[in-house]
């Protein structure tokens, strides 16, 4: 019975394979958020383009209201047809720190795949690289997604609304930060094999 | 990083191995431990040894725990 587990393949081992989607994965998504986020905003600063930027108030449909239907604010695209030089190096600012954040967590992700692939995931270097990953969640993203509220809503200074009453929501970006503790959770379990490790060094 | 605790543990494997005229590879081949591993703790760089390995070490060299392993005396 034993001798049988252990000969069975294991379906959920990260494998080499794996490390080299991810890998393949992670570049992609780097390379989309860099021609999403910093690239296109540069074009459209260069070619003198508008912007288009989500805007969200309040709304009154009297007929739904009277037949007792509920709806919240919506949300409309703005175009901001004559960005200032400002509004453009806001945008772009907002996305070059979004763009460097998902660099540096991707390096951090790539490292700790190569170190766990090589077979030393319990060194002290994936501790430290654990922990910055969770900082990068729980203060990077809370802090980019508040720079990028304050570029979008630089955007809004110009632009024509229509006479709506913009609504004013802050929300902050509870998942990376929920994920940000996990990875902090790890990395003290994470501790706890390089300690580990360190008493077998030596073991004969 | 816990504090390296330092050991006065001297294993006296070579001599023993000279005694059998044995070498560090048969005796790792009779024990199944690898040379590399005998080889740490010949060298006294073991920090710990299992209770199986020095079992099958004084099984093959006939000998007692005494015998592969000392306490260096305290220099005063």
């Known amino acids: 019975?034993?001798?049988?587990?252990?000969?069975?393949?294991?379906?959920?081992?990260?494998?080499r394979a794996d490390r080299i989607g991810?890998?393949?994965?992670?570049?992609l998504v780097n390379s989309v958020a860099i021609a999403a986020w910093v690239i296109g905003p540069v074009l459209a600063w260069v070619r003198r383009e508008p912007i288009w930027t989500p805007f969200i108030?309040?709304?009154k449909v009297p007929a739904l209201d009277s037949a007792g239907v509920s709806y919240s604010a919506a949300t409309y695209d703005v175009r901001v047809a004559q960005p200032t030089a400002g509004q453009?190096?806001?945008l772009v600012g907002s996305g070059v720190l979004w763009v460097a954040l998902l660099l540096v967590g991707s390096v951090i992700v790539a490292r700790l795949m190569s170190s766990i692939g090589a077979g030393n995931a319990f060194e002290r270097a994936n501790v430290t690289r654990l922990r910055w990953l969770a900082g990068l969640l729980l203060v990077g993203t809370p802090v980019a997604h508040v720079v990028d509220l304050f570029a979008r809503g630089a955007l809004m200074g110009g632009a024509d609304l229509g006479g709506l009453p913009p609504t004013a929501s802050i929300s902050l970006p509870w998942l990376p930060i929920v994920?940000?503790?996990i990875v902090a959770l790890i990395a003290q379990a994470f501790v706890a094999g390089a300690a580990l490790r360190d008493d077998v060094e030596g073991l004969v | 990083m816990p504090v390296e605790e330092p050991h006065r543990i001297v294993c006296r494997?070579?001599?023993?191995?000279?005694?059998?005229?044995?070498?560090?590879?048969?005796?790792?081949?009779?024990?199944?431990?690898t040379v590399v591993n005998l080889s740490v703790l010949k060298n006294n760089r073991a920090k710990a040894v299992r209770f199986s390995t020095l079992t099958a070490i004084c099984d093959v060299l006939e000998c007692t725990v005494g015998d592969?392993?000392?306490?260096?005396?305290?220099?005063?």
């Open chain 1, 1 to 15: 019975m034993g001798q049988q587990r252990s000969q069975s393949k294991d379906r959920l081992a990260f494998t």
């Open chain 1, 22 to 27: 991810l890998g393949t994965l992670l570049i």
């Open chain 1, 57 to 59: 108030s309040e709304v």
């Open chain 1, 88 to 90: 453009h190096l806001a």
């Open chain 1, 179 to 181: 994920a940000g503790l």
């Open chain 2, 13 to 33: 494997l070579d001599e023993l191995l000279e005694a059998r005229g044995m070498t560090l590879a048969a005796l790792a081949d009779e024990v199944g431990v």
């Open chain 2, 68 to 76: 592969l392993l000392e306490v260096r005396p305290l220099r005063t």
